[in-house]
Structures are given as C-alpha cells and as structure tokens.
C-alpha cells in the first residue's frame, strides 16, 4: 500500500493498521486460564450486512471471549436471512418493536434495544455484560481477562451507589465535553449498566445552540445518558470541566479504544479520527486511557478549566450544520446517508411561505401553548409527535449562522394546511386530524388550507433566493413527493405543480439539486399512500450520494438495494434451481430462508 518508508503526505507521517474482514483469516491467541472469566456481550442496533459484518464479529467473538453468551439486540425489521444467519453462530437474537418516538438520531431506538438486551442477560443468570454495536468489532485477544483485572485494579468508588466502575472506551468520550461518556462500549456489573441504560425516552428531537457550552447544556445523545445515569446515583450535575473531570474519575474507567482492538467501519478510515498534533480542533481531544489515569492519580494537582472556552467555542467549526424541512421521506432517506459530523435541524411543517412570513415577522409563528391544547391523544406518542411538530414552527430558518446545506422534500407545499387565528393572525401549519376542530378551536382559527398554486413557484423563488443571501448558496437538495400510491386528484395536480415549479427555478439557482424518485414502492406494512419501501428510500439516498456533495450512502445493501445475505445461504437457494418440482423446490427455499434446512 505505503511502500515509500517513512510514508509522508501534506507533511505529515502516515501510517496505517491492517484487520482481516473474515473470521477464517482471523488467527486467536487466547491465554489459556485456569478459571475462565464469563460475561455477557450484547451486540446492539441494525444488522450490518455489509461484509456479513455482524455475523462475522459474531463468529470471532466465539474465538475470543469462549463460554460467553451473546445477545444481538436488533428490530422485527431486519432481513429474516440475515437473523438466520446470526443465530446459526449460536448468538441469541432479540428483536424489538421500534419505541413510539424514535428520538433525536434514533437516541430512543438505542436506549429501547440496549436496555431489553440488558434485562434479558440479566434475567438468564449474567453477572458482567460488555454492551458494543452490531457495527464495531473488537479485534483483541484476552479481553475478558483485562476488563476483569481493571476492576480489581479500580475498585468502586463509593460501593453504596456502585457494584464496580463502569469501564468504557476512548472511541466518541472527549475530554473537554461535560458529562458525555461514550455510548458506543461499556462493561462492568450487570446492575450498574442496567442502571445506566434504564433512562427515560428522551422526546425532544431539535436542538439549538449557538456554542459548543450552549450544545452540552442540551443534553444530547451520550449527554443525556451519562447525566441521566449520574442522577441516579446521586451525584450531583454541574455543568462544568471541572466537575465531569472528577465524575469520569470517581465513577468510571476508560481505556484506549486500541487496546480491545476497536474497529468501527463508519465515517472515515482513519484510526485515531480525533487525535492531531497540529492544533486542529482541540476541543476534539478524546479522553485516552492515559488522560484518565492523570485524572484518577492526580486530579487535585490540575489548575481548574474554565468553561469560557467551550462558551467562545463555535460548534460550526466543528459540527456541519444541515437544514431540513423534511417529512417521512426525506427522514428515512437520511436513515441511509452519512456526513461526518453532521448535525441536522428539521423545520418540519414550516411550508415556503409561512417560513418566509415569520422570519419577517416572528410574532405571527405559532402560539405553541394555545395549540397544544387542541392536540388529541393527550398523553399518547403521537400527541408528542405532534407537539414536537408545532415546536419546530416556532423556529425561524434563515435565523442561523452557517448551513452547510438545505434538505426539503415536497410534502410541506403538498399537504400541508395552514390556520390563523382570528384575533391577532398568528398561523400554524397541520393535517385536519392533528387537531381536535372543538367549537373553542373554530372560534378561535380560520382555516386557509394548502399553499395558494398560481403562487408556488413565486414562493419558492423568494424562498431560495433568501437562504442564498443568508447562507451564501449552500447545497439545496429538493426531493419531490411522489403521487403514484396517491389516486386523489387534487394531489397528483398540485404535485405536478409543484414539480414544475421547481424545475423552472433550476436555471436560476445552480446550488439547487432535484431528486426525483425513480422507484417507488408501497410499504407493505403501511396503508399511507404516502409511506414507502426501504427500498424506494435507498434508492432516493443512491441519488443524493451520487451528487458528491457531502454524502456518502451507508453500504448495507446490495447493488440492488436488497440486504447482502450469507455466501452459504445464497448457493443453497441458487442450488434450489435444480429441484425439478416447482411445489418442492418452493418449500424448501422456505425452509432455508426461515433457517430449518
């Protein structure tokens, strides 16, 4: 690869790991013990199919941590080949129902999945779980006996609120973020990681923040779990340096994400992603196992941090800020598109025109109390999912200070309607049945329904023409809804409308990029003329990576969209070809597909 010895490039050394992608290149060499040390490893999230990843972590597990248990904690969703497959490697396959709100970049999917897993290690007699992902592999040999040793080595520190330290990694914990330990490993007394992920579904889903001190304060993601668990235990929150110093200290270990052999094929290749010794973003600096020990050891001997430079910090140099006003379909297409560092903020019902008017006048934006009370289904998910819809109409978008890019898809112009209150012309955007229309509702709004159409394509220019101004022409990718499900005529019209429209505005607007599905499926488990197949999503996320503009698609399927499934599995159904009789050679891809042959 690097032949040249030292390899340099852009004046600066590089050097690079090599890892087999198959377990039968992987060569083990356990320390044999006289007691073995047993735990429990849950593997949680989607089943990585591309190069069988998680079936073939599964296979090198079985070599590396013998005797140990392990459970995939995965969705009813997944491929019916692909769970086979994992559970001819012996592994326990747990599949969850999706939680009511998915959370802010699936945060609540996580909690569900990993605390079901944890639950059910526990409850089949485990002392000790490791909690990883389907899509990281540890590469490391004798870590059972390693982990095991940390604890002795760093007992509790105060056993009244802990069994033992809860032992994570270096991989995503940072030292200058408060409170923010890594969610991707953990290890340590069943009862105390079972404590951790027992957290409530956080049902917040846009964040903002104009610093880096102002995004901690958020609470986001690994945020909110390790605050959350924090409480529990007691221990008071503060949302200092100082004071996440000394909870990382006293309540956990970390280690070097090298020494278990951490591999996680997502976002770049490179190894220590975040570590530079040239000054390039330092608040990036991850916390290694050699930082906390210094902090263990010799806390009282570091001269306290300031937070004034997280408050000056500006996460844009950090984070790429991308824009969305997307419903459904522009939601799971990003399900299979990664940016690095990418952070969304979704405006999701703010149609161009109601977006154009309250980002003149703020006051006209919805009175989110006064609405709310017409929510149905008071204390149900979807009254929070509505909710969590209005929230994001009070938000102006053209009111930040840098977007990398703008993701819209249609269905705002399409479907949405639009009240206004009768008394001082506040508005609001919704679907007929998102509201209880009570006699107090209708004396207080006037329905104006959807977008006037002789004045679509003029409210999209204004609306374009402002985000340049504002965010100096930024990507603009423009996904159009599909009708074919749709037989309503009013629809399939304001579609072609729409379409039209934003056709004509591509000759004046050279940052605007229009996506306009070829394929479109029915989800066959979904009557909504407006809800698609996974595979109408891929192929949507295929166009937007085509673009190269920030994009790259996440590769879990094949060329053909479909789940990659095992070698095996595919030369036994190929090799169904050659029963002659058609009603037995159907039976028995059955029996293969559903794991009895």
């Known amino acids: 690869m690097f032949k040249k010895i030292p390899y340099i490039e852009n004046n600066k050394f590089i050097t690079y790991d090599e890892k087999p992608v198959f377990a039968i290149d992987y060569r083990e060499n356990n320390d044999q013990l006289k ?52 559970k001819e490697q012996g592994a326990t396959v747990l599949l969850n129902d999706e939680p009511p709100i998915k959370g802010w970049r699936n945060v609540n999917k996580q909690i569900f999945s990993t605390f079901n897993a944890i639950k059910m290690a526990k409850e089949n007699g485990a002392k000790y779980v490791i909690k990883t992902r389907t899509d990281q592999r540890m590469y490391e040999t004798n870590i059972p006996e390693y982990l095991f040793n940390l604890l002795k080595i760093f007992p509790p520190y105060n056993p009244n609120v802990q069994n033992s330290r809860i032992v994570t990694m270096s991989l995503n914990t940072f030292k200058y973020r408060i409170n923010g330990i890594t ?188 609405v709310s009370k017409f929510i149905p289904d008071k204390g149900s998910p979807r009254f929070d999912y509505i909710k969590n819809m209005f929230e994001q109409e009070t938000k102006d978008i053209f009111s930040y200070k840098k977007a990398n890019m703008l993701i819209l898809d249609s269905f705002a112009e399409l479907t949405d309607k639009l009240f206004v209150n009768k ?81 004509n505005l591509t000759k004046k607007y050279e940052n605007l990029f229009v996506i306009k599905p070829a394929l479109v499926e029915a989800n066959e488990n979904d009557a909504s003329v407006y809800h698609f197949s996974a595979k109408t999503y891929r192929e949507i996320a295929r166009e937007i990576a085509s673009l190269k503009i920030g994009f790259d698609l996440k590769n879990s399927t094949n060329k053909d969209g479909e789940p990659k499934i095992r070698t095996t599995l595919k030369i036994k159904l190929f090799l169904c070809n050659f029963i002659p009789i058609r009603s037995i050679r159907r039976k028995t891809r059955e029996k293969i597909r559903s794991g009895k042959f």
């Open 183 to 370: 969610d991707m490993f953990m290890f340590g007394d069943i009862d105390d990681i079972l404590k951790y992920w027992s957290c409530e579904l956080d049902k917040r889903e846009n964040f903002e923040y104009k610093t880096l001190y102002d995004n901690m304060t958020c609470k986001i993601s690994e945020l909110y779990f390790t605050t959350e668990y924090l409480k529990k235990i007691n221990v008071p929150v503060e949302m200092t340096i100082n004071s996440a110093w000394e909870n990382y200290a006293r309540y956990f270990c970390v280690i070097d994400a090298a020494s278990i052999g951490m591999f996680w094929p997502k976002y770049s290749n490179e190894f220590n992603r975040w570590r530079n010794f040239t000054g390039e973003a330092p608040m990036l600096e991850e916390l290694s196992f050699k930082e906390w020990l210094n902090l263990y050891a010799g806390l009282e001997n570091k001269l306290p941090i300031c937070n004034k430079m997280l408050e000056e910090a500006d996460p844009n140099q950090i984070m790429k800020p991308v824009l969305t006003r997307i419903a459904c379909l522009g939601q799971f297409t990003l399900e299979n598109l990664f940016m690095p560092n990418a952070q969304f903020i979704n405006f999701q019902k703010n149609r161009v025109d109601y977006a154009l008017k309250i980002s003149e006048n703020p006051n006209l934006s919805i009175k989110i109390d006064e």
């Open 35 to 86: 007691t073995p040390q047993v735990l429990t490893i849950v593997m949680q999230g989607p089943i990585m199919s591309e190069n069988n990843f998680t079936v073939e972590t599964i296979k090198i597990y079985k070599r590396t941590f013998p005797d140990c248990p392990i459970i995939v904690s995965t969705w009813k969703t997944e491929p019916e080949d692909a769970i086979w497959a994992i």
């Open 423 to 503: 008394f001082d012309n506040t508005e609001f955007l919704a679907h007929w049945r998102d509201i209880e229309h009570t006699e107090e509702f209708n004396r207080l709004y006037e329905y104006q329904g959807t977008i006037i159409e002789n004045k679509i394509e003029e409210y999209y220019d204004k609306f374009f023409e402002k985000f340049n101004k504002v965010y100096g022409n930024a990507p603009i990718i423009f996904i159009l809804f599909p009708t074919t499900l749709d037989k309503r005529e009013e629809y399939i019209n304001r579609a072609i409308i729409i379409e039209k429209a934003i056709n």
